[in-house]
């Protein structure tokens, strides 16, 4: 074997073996049919199956209940596909999710012509799935196959679906127990726990005042090594909701044994990551040091607060 040989077996190496464990965020997500409710001037596109929202969604377009319709999955290139979590229903609240189809069966078909079919419970909450062996691919489709009659119409939802390898969830810390020290009207739509269950469009929302000093106690479960924090702060649904009411201005972690870290927050939409100076603890204070005031509403929004590993 010449030097060249063994470079490119070590650089073919590299590619057929991700280097860490990790979700697959996909490139495109596309399918073959889309329900567009034109009255109300929603597209209920392929795209929210990624979005991490839990109440946008994408519904096939037929007027049956779509079988044998797909979803078509591009990564950026090859990746080792071993488990996928699905929320295979319209996971609004019960009584939409109900009122909608819910997936029973779908098919996955790889780009080397194998298939897996699989069957999914009838229940709301996320399920996984572990294919019989993990392929390695840059594609996928995945066809409905059977469906859990809805209560209303016969269209079929799926409200968001993840990809992974082998070792499965290695992003944030999940599972994790929120304490907030208030909350508005002591309503469970906008408790504690909002900000720790993964959708960016479900929010905790604070009790009293500005939201100025206000905390959110996590515990993680067990001690973990967090390395980042990533936040989604303000009613981010729309420009001006997010205008309307209070968004977190800065935060100060509080951890087990270790020195506080405070992060200066930018005043926008959407998920902001940090890099925490690495720090061991199984509980994280997160104190409100800061806040930007809405133009309409005095009520602090905090849609997600994420650590990692
Ligand atoms: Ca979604
Ligand atoms: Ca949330």
């Known amino acids: 074997m010449n ?6 077996t070590a650089l073919i190496g590299l590619i057929a073996v991700p280097a860490s464990a990790k979700q697959h965020v996909p490139a495109s997500v596309d399918a073959n049919s889309v329900y567009v409710d034109a009255e109300k001037g929603i597209t209920y596109g392929p795209d929210k199956l990624v979005d991490q929202m839990k109440g946008e969604m994408w519904i ?7 079988l044998g319709k797909y979803i078509s999955v591009k990564f950026d290139g090859e990746v080792e596909l071993a488990k996928i979590r699905i929320w295979g229903g319209c996971f609004i609240d019960k009584e939409y999710w109900e009122r909608h189809n819910r997936v029973h069966e779908i098919e996955f078909k790889f780009p080397d012509f194998t298939s897996e079919r699989v069957a999914i419970e ?10 019989k ?3 390695t691919v840059s594609s996928v489709k995945i066809y409905l196959r059977a469906v859990y009659k809805g209560t209303t119409w016969n269209d079929t939802a799926i409200s968001e679906i993840q990809f992974f390898d082998k070792a499965g969830v290695e992003g944030p810390v999940e599972g994790v127990d929120v304490t907030a020290s208030s909350i ?5 739509d906008y408790d504690g726990a909002k900000a720790a ?8 929302v604070d009790g009293e005042g500005s939201g100025k000093g206000q905390t959110l106690e996590l515990d993680l479960g067990a001690q973990k090594t967090l390395k980042t924090f990533a936040i989604s702060t303000g009613f981010d649904s729309s420009e001006s909701f997010f205008e309307g009411s209070n968004r977190v201005a800065q935060v100060k972690l509080e951890f087990d044994g270790a020195p506080a870290q405070t992060f200066d927050v ?6 902001q990551t940090f890099e925490l100076s690495p720090v061991t603890t199984s509980k994280v204070k997160v104190v409100v040091s800061k806040i930007a005031k809405g133009k309409s509403h005095d009520d602090l929004y905090v849609g997600e607060l994420r650590f990692s590993e």
Do not use: N, V
Request: glycine share 12%; no cysteine.
């Open 133 to 135: 062996e993990p392929k």
């Open 266 to 271: 930018e005043d926008a939409m959407g998920l």
């Open 60 to 66: 096939e377009g037929e007027g049956s209940a779509g």
């Open 184 to 188: 508005y009207h002591d309503d469970k």
């Open 122 to 131: 009838d229940k709301m909450e996320a399920q996984w799935i572990t294919l």
């Open 197 to 204: 269950d993964g959708w960016l469009d479900t929010w905790w």
């Open 3 to 8: 030097r060249l040989t063994i470079a490119l």
